[in-house]
Nanobody
Framework: QLQLVESGGGLVQPGGSLRLSCEAS????????MGWFRQAPGKERERVAC????????TYADSVEGRFTITRDNAKRKVYLQMDSVSPEDTAVYYCGAHKEFFRLCIISDLENAYWGQGTQVTVSS
């Protein structure tokens, strides 16, 4: 079983920056994709950014393209989300996810068959 633990959430002012971290531990046969998803009150969970553990391929939601950057450190089994120029619309609980297949997590957002962390709250407000 794979465990994911997020950290780095908090309160940030509009236009500011925040960096989220996710660390994987435990055993899983294999997983090729890790990503960040978010869920605001009353809304469905949506994909924010996703990365292949193997070749580093990335996908981003249109709403964060150019503002957020996802990176990975395979040696530490960590993935990061650098959030810049944040706006109140970015307020949500951010979840780290992992999946065996890049396509299923990062292209079609197969949420049911992914591993998930407990989430970290990000609030953008002045």
């Amino acid at each position: 079983q794979l465990q994911l633990v997020e950290s780095g959430g908090g309160l940030v002012q509009p236009g500011g920056s925040l960096r989220l971290s996710c660390e994987a531990s435990g055993y899983a046969l294999e997983y090729d994709a890790m990503g960040w998803f978010r869920q605001a009150p009353g809304k469905e969970r949506e994909r924010v950014a996703c990365i292949s553990v193997g070749d580093g391929s990335r996908t981003y939601a249109d709403s964060v393209e150019g503002r957020f950057t996802i990176t990975r450190d395979n040696a530490k089994r960590k993935v990061y989300l650098q959030m810049d120029s944040v706006s109140p619309e970015d307020t949500a609980v951010y979840y780290c996810g992992a999946h065996k297949e890049f396509f299923r997590l990062c292209i079609i957002s197969d949420l049911e068959n992914a591993y998930w962390g407990q989430g970290t709250q990000v609030t953008v407000s002045s």
